[in-house]
């Protein structure tokens, strides 16, 4: 079965660093996303992304964050001057058009921890 | 704006219980409503989904009901296993164009031997 691949699963950065979060979304999905959940708190959305741009975001989604699919295949997060409150898990996730239906695939997550 | 309203947990059964999660929902247009699944360690897994309301969704023996008129979703499981153990999600897309998940807060479900 297809498959959204995160890498790393794991990242740990100091306060003030840029991260990138990367993503391998299912090939023929058109539309691709990222949210975030902080320990213990619910899944809330970040973006998505949709014929090479940002489609809709939510309030979190501020001048700190990017997104960018620089190929084909990958679709990226970047963090810039990350916060102890940016620590969480980080899910991407991928959608045909009729997302409706057919739903949403998620990946497994990267773990940001903000030190 | 859209929300979803879960249970609060753990909630804590025994082996072969009937489960019911509780969630309901307020959204603007015609929502679809899902069901993901996370298992320790692992990331969102969509268990099932309805599109349309008295829509039953299903999958590996839950099933959840969209009933318009109460605005509810609710997971049940006629008899729960110990692999059953893990974090449920209500969610819905609210429609109308809109692109993402509007989720709850997660019911963490323990089932003991």
């Known amino acids: 079965e297809p498959e959204v691949t995160q890498t790393p699963s794991h990242q740990v950065t100091q306060m003030g660093q840029e991260v990138i979060l990367r993503c391998v979304p299912i090939?023929?999905?058109?539309?691709f996303y990222w949210y975030r959940q902080i320990l213990g708190q619910k899944v809330e959305f970040l973006v998505s992304?949709?014929?090479?741009?940002?489609?809709?975001k939510s309030e979190i989604f501020d001048d700190q964050f990017s997104v960018e699919r620089p190929d084909g295949s990958n679709f990226t997060l970047k963090i810039r001057s990350t916060k102890l409150e940016d620590s969480a898990m980080y899910f991407c996730?991928?959608?045909?058009?009729?997302?409706?239906?057919?739903?949403?695939?998620f990946g497994s997550g990267t773990r940001l921890t903000v030190v | 704006g859209d929300s979803v309203t879960q249970m609060e947990g753990p909630v804590t059964l025994s082996e072969e219980a009937f489960l019911t999660i509780n969630c309901t929902y307020t959204?603007?247009?015609?929502?679809?409503l899902f069901w993901y699944v996370q298992y320790p360690g692992e990331g969102l897994q969509l268990l099932l989904k309805?599109?349309?309301?008295?829509d039953k969704g299903s999958n590996k023996g839950f099933e959840a009901t969209y009933r318009k008129e109460t605005t509810s979703f609710h997971l049940e499981k006629g008899s729960v296993q110990v692999s059953d153990s893990a974090v449920y999600f209500c969610?819905?897309?609210?429609?109308?164009?809109?692109?993402?998940?509007?989720f709850g807060k997660g019911t963490h479900l323990i089932i003991q031997p």
């Open positions: 996730a991928s959608s045909e058009r009729d997302r409706q239906t057919l739903g949403y695939t």
């Open positions: 090939s023929n999905h058109l539309y």
């Open positions: 992304f949709y014929n090479n741009e940002i489609s809709e």
């Open positions: 959204a603007t247009g015609y929502p679809s």
């Open positions: 309805a599109t349309k309301a008295d």
């Open positions: 969610a819905l897309n609210s429609g109308g164009g809109a692109d993402g998940l509007t």
